[in-house]
C-alpha cells in the first residue's frame, strides 16, 4: 500500500520536529479501528508557504482562513495548524485563543504572564487542525488540561511552552520536558493537544479519502 501523502503548511521549524516525531513514534486508529503507526500509513510533505492568519479570538474561525490560502499557495489539499491557550475562566468565549501567539510575540513569557494575571490558574491548550481539499474545510480539534505556570520554566523557546504545565507533568512545563534528555520531545507529545487534533484527522482521512479529484495524488 502506497503511503498517503499529506501536504503541511508551516514554516515553524519546532513544528516540523514535532511531526518527525509524531511520525517516528505514535499511532492513529485506522478505518478498520486498529492502531497503526502513523509513519506507516502517511508521508508528510512541509510547504514553507506564507498563509494569512487573521488576527480572531476564535481558533477555528483563524485556521478555517489559514487553510484556505494554504491552499491556495499549494494548490494540493493540505492542512494547517494554529494552537493558543484558553484560560479556565474565559473557556466559553475561549480566550485568549488565537491571540495568544501575537500577546506571546509582543509581551515575551514573563510580559505574558505579568499582564494577564492567570498565574496558577487552570487553563486548557487547544489545537485545531485545518484541512483544505480545494472544496471544502474541515477543522479537527485536541486539548490538553492544564495550568499556567508562575514563571517561564525551560529552555525550549518554542511559542508558550515555558508557561503551561499539563496535569499529569507535576508542575513540569513542556518545555522542561522537552528539554530534558532522558525524557525529550516524545514525552511532550504523548499528551500533546496537537497529537490528539492530527490523530482525529488522519482517522478522517483515511475513511473519507481525499476529493475525487485529487485521488492521484495521495501517495
Known amino acids: 500500500m502506497k503511503k498517503i501523502n499529506v501536504y503541511y503548511a508551516t514554516k515553524s521549524d519546532f513544528k516540523k520536529q514535532e511531526i518527525n516525531c509524531i511520525i517516528r513514534s505514535f499511532d492513529f486508529r485506522n478505518e478498520m479501528g486498529i492502531m ?6 502517511f508521508n508528510f510533505v512541509f510547504s514553507d508557504v506564507k498563509t494569512d492568519e487573521p488576527l480572531e479570538v476564535n481558533l477555528e474561525t483563524m485556521v478555517r482562513h489559514k487553510a484556505v490560502s494554504a491552499y491556495k499557495n499549494i494548490l494540493m489539499p493540505c492542512i494547517v495548524e494554529h494552537a493558543g491557550l484558553i484560560f479556565d475562566a474565559h473557556r466559553t468565549e475561549g480566550y485568549p485563543g488565537g491571540l495568544t501567539q501575537p500577546m506571546m510575540d509582543s509581551l515575551g513569557p514573563d510580559g505574558f504572564l505579568e499582564k494577564s494575571s492567570v498565574s496558577g490558574q487552570k487553563a486548557v491548550a487547544r489545537a485545531v487542525i485545518g484541512y483544505c481539499d480545494g472544496m471544502s474545510v474541515r477543522v479537527f480539534v485536541g486539548e490538553t488540561e492544564g495550568v499556567i505556570v508562575g514563571s517561564p520554566m525551560g529552555s525550549r523557546d518554542f511559542y508558550w511552552d515555558t508557561i503551561f504545565s499539563p496535569d499529569s507533568f507535576g508542575g513540569e512545563t513542556y518545555a522542561q520536558i ?11 507529545m504523548r499528551v ?18 481525499a476529493n475525487s479529484l485529487f485521488s492521484d495524488f495521495d501517495g
Open 192 to 209: 500533546s493537544q496537537s497529537l490528539k487534533a492530527l490523530q482525529k484527522f488522519l482517522e478522517h482521512r483515511v475513511k473519507i479519502g
Open 36 to 41: 497503526q503507526a502513523i509513519g506507516d500509513r
Open 178 to 188: 522537552s528539554g530534558d534528555p532522558h525524557r525529550g520531545l516524545i514525552e511532550k
